[in-house]
């Protein structure tokens, strides 16, 4: 059964570094997603991204952030400087198309900054 | 803005036992619904999803209903199961397919 796939499934890193995480959506679908789920919080939309542009984003996600869909399979976040608080679980999702159909999560990267 | 509340936020049965979790939002214009497992440090698996013009939904021993008009949503679990211990979430859909989360039911089945 096709799914999402994320690397890596954890990242460590230094405050203010830059990192970029990496989702491979299924192949057919047309929309994707990034959410974010600190540690005992709720799931957090960021950002959906359709045709090679955002749709929508969060006010989480500020200039800090960008998403690229670099060759047509991959799908990334981009934290340009990391902050302590950018600690969290990272998913990617993928959805076919627009009637609200199911959405299919990517496992996850567990991003820790020190 | 939407809210997603979920209660209770942790439930302990005996193994064999039928348990309800229970999720309510406050905003009825939604789209669907979509329940989701998540075991611990791990990702979101779905479980159901129920289009808004449904009102229930089945697979397994997981039944999971919709009233969009009071904003609630159940979950059914029947015969529960050691395997079925994890945190559940529910979702609701937003315009443009966003999904808003409820914090999650932490359920712990006990043998």
């Known amino acids: 059964e096709p799914e999402v796939t994320q690397t890596p499934s954890h990242q460590v890193t230094q405050m203010g570094q830059e990192v970029i995480l990496r989702c491979v959506p299924i192949?057919?679908?047309?929309?994707f997603y990034w959410y974010r789920q600190i540690l005992g919080q709720k799931v957090e939309f960021l950002v959906s991204?359709?045709?090679?542009?955002?749709?929508?984003k969060s006010e989480i996600f500020d200039d800090q952030f960008s998403v690229e869909r670099p060759d047509g399979s991959n799908f990334t976040l981009k934290i340009r400087s990391t902050k302590l608080e950018d600690s969290a679980m990272y998913f990617c999702?993928?959805?076919?198309?627009?009637?609200?159909?199911?959405?299919?999560f990517g496992p996850g990267t567990r991003l820790t900054v020190l | 803005k939407q809210e997603v509340t979920q209660i209770p936020a942790a439930l302990s049965v005996p193994e064999g036992e039928n348990l309800v979790l229970n999720c309510s939002f406050t905003?009825?214009?939604?789209?669907?619904l979509q329940w989701f497992r998540q075991d611990p440090g791990k990702g979101l698996t779905s479980l159901l999803l129920?289009?808004?013009?449904?009102r229930e939904q089945t697979s397994g021993r997981l039944n999971a209903s919709l009233d969009k008009s009071s904003g609630r949503s159940t979950l059914y679990i029947a015969a529960s199961q050691p395997g079925d211990s994890a945190t559940y979430l529910c979702?609701?859909?937003?315009?443009?397919?966003?999904?808003?989360f409820g914090a999650g039911t932490i359920l712990r089945v006990k043998s």
């Open positions: 905003d009825s214009a939604i789209y669907n």
């Open positions: 979702a609701v859909f937003l315009y443009g397919n966003k999904l808003v």
């Open positions: 129920i289009q808004s013009s449904q």
């Open positions: 192949s057919n679908h047309l929309y």
């Open positions: 991204f359709y045709n090679n542009e955002i749709s929508e």
């Open positions: 999702a993928s959805f076919r198309d627009s009637t609200y159909n199911e959405q299919f």
